[in-house]
């Protein structure tokens, strides 16, 4: 995935300007507008980065002398204690920019880490890992770009890519008299033909229903590894088939090998860790 200066830009500058940068008090009333510094950014723990460019865009968008260089690129494996970027200027404005440019690239690194872990797991199958919508509400390319970096694929980026009806969607109709079925020829005879449909189901019933209809896609919701495994033996050779709903690390191997062509997880981006990287300072009077 390739995010453009302007995007970036639209990102950094609504962060910054969400923490005021213009009016640091803090560092406007201690920092003395000589003082320099180099600073390092660290991580403390092992993992795969993302957001380099992020982070330096960030520094930049504050002071455009600053100079950020990298010492290692976006998927890099990193240990803990790693130079993996320096900063040198004004420490006023490292200062100013560092927690927006940590913020960037903790989470991002975090999320690439997580999804790394999930891609490993599924080694040796025929199974891809990919994300959901579940992202920060407006950050999701970021999101997303940091699921690629970990290996992982992307899902739909937004609801005009592609036809997915839910349960919810299912549950409206069943009140006009709608089944499966007649859904998915609703959406087959109305959606754009350049879109494929996807229908989330629960049940054997449901998938053999779902591609009976003319599903292009169905995902297996909250299936155990042995349903999804029959499933997968009575519809794969018809459609793609997807698994989602209460996969873990612990158990995406055995997912992956029910068969299923992919594994969307919506925990690589709603509810992931923040890799633990910091800025360390080494000052310089001018």
Do not use: W
Request: aromatic fraction near 4%.
């Amino acid at each position: 995935m390739y995010i453009t200066q302007r995007e970036l830009d639209v990102f950094v500058d609504r962060a910054l300007d969400e923490d005021a940068i213009g009016a640091d008090v803090t560092t406007s009333a201690l920092i003395p507008p000589h003082l320099e510094a180099r600073a390092s950014l660290v991580p403390h723990e092992p993992g795969i980065l993302a957001g380099l460019d992020v982070a330096a865009a960030a520094f930049r968008r504050v002071d455009p002398k600053l100079v950020f260089i990298k010492k290692l690129l976006d998927g890099d494996r990193v240990e803990g204690g790693e130079v993996v970027a320096t900063i040198s200027g004004s420490m006023a404005s490292i200062l100013s920019a560092e927690r927006t440019a940590l913020n960037f690239l903790q989470r991002m690194s975090g999320i690439a880490t997580l999804t790394d872990l999930y891609v490993q797991a599924v080694e040796g199958t025929t199974a891809s890992i990919t994300d959901t919508r579940k992202t920060v509400p407006g950050l999701r390319l970021l999101d997303k770009y940091s699921v690629s970096i970990g290996g992982g694929r992307n899902h739909r980026m937004n609801l005009t890519d592609g036809v997915l009806i839910k349960d919810n969607h299912l549950a409206a109709l069943a009140g006009e008299g709608v089944s499966l079925g007649q859904a998915i020829k609703r959406a087959r005879a109305r959606a754009p033909h350049t879109v494929k449909i996807e229908v989330e189901v629960e049940t054997i019933e449901a998938a053999f229903a779902a591609v009976s209809a003319g599903a292009d896609i169905v995902m297996l919701d909250n299936m155990s590894p042995e349903e999804m495994r029959k499933a997968v033996d009575q519809i794969a050779a018809d459609c793609v088939v997807e698994a989602s709903g209460g996969i873990t690390l612990e158990n995406v191997a055995e997912v992956a090998r029910s068969g299923v062509d992919i594994i969307s997880i919506g925990a690589l981006t709603h509810s992931v860790r923040a890799l633990d990287i910091s800025l360390d300072y080494e000052t310089k009077h001018a």
